[in-house]
């Protein structure tokens, strides 16, 4: 064994070359570096990865916070702007142009009213094979009937009825309507055919055809029904409602009359409706 002298001076040696290093002697306490404790929350202060978006969120909320008038005047701008086109439509509904001021004021008032969806626009050809549209029966009272010349009984009765109507309004009621029998049959029915066909009862009486797709659009514009039965070839009838409609000068409908209806009941008819729509013009 070494003496303890050379025990103690190699211990002295050693602690010498230690502190040189820096590294403490054996019998001090290790310090350890203190880390702080951090909560995985949604703390005021922290960074985690958490609470970023709530921090983003509340950011974005106070940079686009704004006072109340940023919202008031454009939502007012936004009204006046829609409030004076619709004042400007109306303008240019109610304006008229000077051509036309007189063909309105031959108009009669009652025009303005609001009447059930019954006729429309149409386009067909009279006996003359001239064009026939609405407009060239505003201005007048017409009385219109839809038939065909091949029928065999009810509608020479129809024909008949309305020649008598227009005798017995001129004569009795000094007024004057103009009678239209338009045709379900185009197939057959053409201008001639009309005007040989309605020339036996009233020369009064004018006629219009047209295409097929022509007929069968004013017909469900005036609610008629109509159809083809026991068809051979050339050889077929139609069965159809026999109504014939009232319109006053507007080409609005006024009454519907059937069939049951005799020609002085239906003269008395029409002149009712006449008369009413005079007088509420004058009003």
């Known amino acids: 064994m070494l003496p303890a002298r050379f025990l103690k001076l190699s211990l002295l040696c050693r602690l010498g070359a230690a502190r040189a290093a820096g590294v403490p002697p054996p019998w001090q306490t290790r310090q350890f570096p203190v880390r702080g404790f951090q909560s995985r929350g949604y703390s005021a202060g922290g960074s985690s990865k958490y609470d970023r978006p709530m921090r983003q969120f509340a950011e974005e909320n106070e940079s686009n916070s704004r006072p109340l008038i940023y919202y008031i005047v454009p939502s007012a701008i936004l009204a006046f702007a829609g409030l004076a086109t619709y004042v400007h439509y109306n303008d240019e509904k109610r304006a008229v142009p000077l051509g036309k001021q007189a063909q309105q004021n031959s108009i009669p008032k009652r ?4 009447r059930p969806a019954i006729g429309g626009p149409f386009k067909l050809y009279d006996t003359e094979n001239n064009v026939v549209t609405e407009s060239k029966l505003r201005g007048n009272w017409t009385l219109m009937y839809f038939g065909y ?5 009810v509608g020479p009765k129809e024909v008949e ?6 005798k017995l309004l001129e004569s009795k009621y000094d007024i004057k309507i103009k ?3 338009i045709t379900l049959d185009p197939q057959r029915d053409s201008p001639a055919q009309l005007k040989a066909y309605l020339s036996e009862f009233d020369p009064r009486i004018t006629g219009l055809t047209g295409s097929v797709d022509a007929i069968r659009q004013m017909a469900q514009e005036y609610r008629i029904f109509f159809k083809k039965v026991g068809e051979v070839g ?9 109504n014939m409609y009232l319109l006053d000068p507007c080409l ?10 005799k020609a002085s009941d239906l003269a008395e008819a029409i002149t009712t409706e006449i008369q009413k729509a005079s007088n509420s013009a004058a009003k």
């Open 111 to 114: 025009c303005t009213t609001n």
């Open 234 to 242: 050339q050889d077929y009838i139609v069965e159809s409602s026999h």
């Open 179 to 181: 009678p239209l029998f």
């Open 252 to 261: 609005e409908t006024v009454r519907c009359f059937g069939a049951e209806y």
């Open 161 to 166: 009825k309305i020649a008598d109507v227009v």
């Open 149 to 153: 010349t091949s029928s065999p009984d």
